[in-house]
């Protein structure tokens, strides 16, 4: 009986301490590939903020194709920057998607677009951006699904307890949607 309510309690400490996370994974944004094309030129991060690099995805698109919101969110700027047209669309939670090189603009700053909703169209070249709290990253690396997997152990060194629990999560890119990514991990500390 002790065994039984010591393993309870560990269960619903676990648990109540990942729920949180858990929470946070399931409103995490995966995003979808804005157009259908192949990549011209792959995320590069450079080094230091004026280096050269690609800070997001180019596509080679034909003109005039359609160009789709990634995922659902608000549109926080649509118009012009330096002779071009942009797209960017706040999907919460500190994540921007930037939608470049339009020839046209089919949404205004305040609508409110669903995934797949289209956002613009194609010019001669088009270029797709994230942002996650203001820091490029790769768009590739937001594409896919999220695969959660949590192993609750069942037995722990003597005199340790867990001291709280932290939730990892990782969009998986299409090519690889079937290798599970996401860890659940209870940090264990000397009692």
């Not at 259908?36 to 034909?62: C, K």
């Not at 659902?72 to 649509?78: I, P, W, Y």
């Not at 939730?167 to 090519?175: K, L, N």
């Amino acid at each position: 009986m002790r065994r039984f309510a010591c393993a309870f309690v560990t269960i619903f400490f676990v648990v109540s301490t990942i729920s949180p996370s858990a929470a946070r994974a399931e409103s995490m944004v995966v995003l979808t590939p804005p157009v259908v094309a192949p990549v011209l030129d792959p995320f590069r991060l450079p080094f230091g903020p004026y280096g050269p690099g690609n800070r997001g995805i180019e596509y080679d698109t034909a003109f005039g194709q359609a160009v789709v919101a990634a995922a659902g969110g608000t549109v926080v700027f649509a118009g012009a920057v330096a002779g071009t047209l942009h797209v960017t669309i706040d999907h919460g939670g500190g994540l921007l998607s930037s939608y470049s090189f339009l020839d046209r603009i089919v949404v205004t700053r305040g609508d409110v677009v669903a995934r797949g909703d289209r956002v613009g169209v194609a010019g001669e070249t088009f270029h797709f951006g994230v942002r996650v709290f203001g820091e490029y990253v790769d768009p590739a690396l937001m594409m896919g699904s999220v695969v959660v997997h949590v192993r609750l152990v069942a037995n722990r060194p003597r005199g340790w307890v867990a001291t709280g629990a932290s939730m990892a999560t990782f969009a998986i890119p299409p090519a690889e949607a079937d290798v599970p990514a996401v860890v659940a991990v209870s940090r264990l500390a000397p009692h």
